[in-house]
């Protein structure tokens, strides 16, 4: 797993790591997907440790420097029991610093030291809804948006769902919770991304991957 720290200009920034790049060397071949910053300047990649068969979710921790930081978790890494295929796509940092991190279907959370956290809700969302990003609220509760299957061979769409800090799906947004635009057909591939307008309100931006990729960009009333 590699981290890279650029300075204002672009270029590698040489007090990182080395030269610039810091390397997590763990075991087993790894991958980062997402990244957050914590209050006390730890850097956290999320990714997946990699066999012939299977993925492993897992958590690593860097220091300032771009060293592994042996506090977090287990000598710098947290892993998760998920199945053999899951990733972790998506990352964010919660106010008491704690971690949020998002596989396609499940959320997990963990303190700001990398302990699992047992009372959290992250199996709230299942089918029809896959999970993309993530973004969190100054009073944590949290934003997830992803596709949303549609049955009966109706529309398909993407959505938006705000979860209070415990996981648990906070009703007094959108429609018992969600928010969904039908766009037709989602095809595999589809991504939305969403962020915090200074308001409070949701933005998302949502690709299809089709034969010319179409870009979304939907905005929903529904801050704090």
Do not use: C, K, W
Not at 17 to 22: E, L, M, P
Not at 70 to 98: I, K, M, N, S, W
Not at 186 to 212: H, M, N, Y
């Amino acid at each position: 797993m590699l981290l890279a720290r650029y300075a204002p200009d672009g270029t590698l920034d040489p007090t990182f790591g080395t030269n610039g790049i810091a390397t997590a060397n763990v075991g087993l071949p790894s991958i980062g997907y997402a990244a957050a910053l914590q209050r006390s300047g730890r850097i956290v990649v999320a990714g997946s440790f990699i066999t012939i068969s299977t993925n492993e979710p897992a958590l690593v921790g860097f220091d300032p420097d771009g060293h592994v930081d042996e506090r977090f978790g287990d000598h710098g890494v947290v892993t998760f029991d998920l199945g053999d295929q899951a990733l972790f796509y998506g990352l964010v940092t919660t106010p008491d610093d704690g971690l949020i991190a998002a596989t396609s279907d499940a959320l997990r959370r963990v303190d700001a030291d990398g302990r699992h956290d047992p009372t959290f809700h992250g199996d709230t969302l299942g089918y029809p809804f896959t999970v993309s990003s993530l973004a969190v609220q100054d009073d944590g509760r949290l934003l997830v948006s992803g596709t949303a299957r549609a049955p009966n061979d109706a529309s398909d769409g993407f959505y938006v769902a705000r979860l209070h800090p415990d996981g648990t799906i906070d009703p007094t947004f959108g429609a018992e919770g969600f928010a969904i635009t039908r766009t037709l057909f989602i095809t595999d591939g589809a991504r939305s991304f969403v962020a915090l307008q200074p308001d409070g309100d949701p933005v998302v931006a949502a690709v299809l991957p089709r034969e010319r990729a179409d870009l979304l960009l939907l905005r929903y009333h529904g801050g704090p």
